[in-house]
Nanobody, 120 residues
Framework: QVQLVESGGGLVQAGGSLKLSCAAS????????MAWYRQPPGKQRELVAH???????NYGDSVKGRFSISRDNAKNTVYLQMNSLKPEDTAVYYC??????????????WGQGTQVTVSS
């Protein structure tokens, strides 16, 4: 089982920046793709950014050009640099990891979420 712990959320003014971190720990043969999702108040969870173990990335349309996802495989950590933040970016941000468990099966874990609030 892999555990994910997010950090870096908080309150920021519109136009500001925040950097989220998500550290993975636990037993896994390998950690494959990692991603950030968000859930705005009263809305469904949506994909923000995704990164493969090889570093290929893709982004949700609403964050392209403003957010950047990266990972440090040696530290099993994924980051989300968020620039030019807007009030509509306000949400709980969740980290997700797909990994090969010790039973050689693909599994998925979620972090507990970190709140990002952007004031206008």
């Amino acid at each position: 089982q892999v555990q994910l712990v997010e950090s870096g959320g908080g309150l920021v003014q519109a136009g500001g920046s925040l950097k989220l971190s998500c550290a993975a720990s636990g037993s896994a043969l390998s950690i494959n793709a990692m991603a950030w999702y968000r859930q705005p108040p009263g809305k469904q969870r949506e994909l923000v950014a995704h990164i493969t173990s090889g570093g290929s990335t893709n982004y949700g349309d609403s964050v392209k050009g403003r957010f950047s996802i990266s990972r440090d495989n040696a530290k099993n950590t994924v980051y989300l640099q968020m620039n030019s933040l807007k009030p509509e970016d306000t949400a709980v941000y969740y980290c997700n990891a797909a990994y090969l468990n010790t039973g050689w099966r693909i599994s998925s874990s979620w972090g507990q979420g970190t709140q990002v609030t952007v004031s206008s």
